[in-house]
């Protein structure tokens, strides 16, 4: 099974989109098995963003991302990094498909409420940045069998 870390931003945490958005990405049958709010620092922040230093945007992005509490959560599937990114849409909400998190909830860049991994070696970096492995739930679910083949 693949894992992918996703970070609820402080618009989603502050607008109280939480919910709406971690059901929609239970809905698509992936599993949840890491989950916390937290207040990023300046210095966590740099090592997730490590490779957008130097960009114009980076200062702001730094500042954004922990000027508020947000929800980390780690998810588990098949395909799970691709299903996650789908569901989120372009990083431009004006950009995304409707019916995406992003359409349907956000209208700037700036402000677009959700990160997800964008591949394996990136969810390899960016999880344990968040999470210890003894942090992460392995579990059976009731459902999976009518989920997977």
Known sequence: ????LVILKPDTVQRGLVGVITSRLEQRGIKLVGL???QISAELAARHYA???GKSFY?????????????????????????VRRTCGSTNPTDADLGTIRADFGVE?????????????????????YFTEAELVAWDRAVDCWINE
């Open 59 to 83: 200062e702001g992005l730094i500042h954004y991302i922990t000027s508020s509490p947000v929800v980390v959560q780690c998810w588990e599937g098949k395909r799970v990094i691709e299903v």
């Open 36 to 38: 916390k709010l937290l």
């Open 1 to 4: 099974m693949e894992r992918t």
């Open 51 to 53: 490779v957008h230093k």
């Open 109 to 129: 860049i700036g402000r677009n409420l959700i990160h997800a991994s964008d591949g394996a070696d990136t969810a390899a970096y960016e999880i344990p940045l």
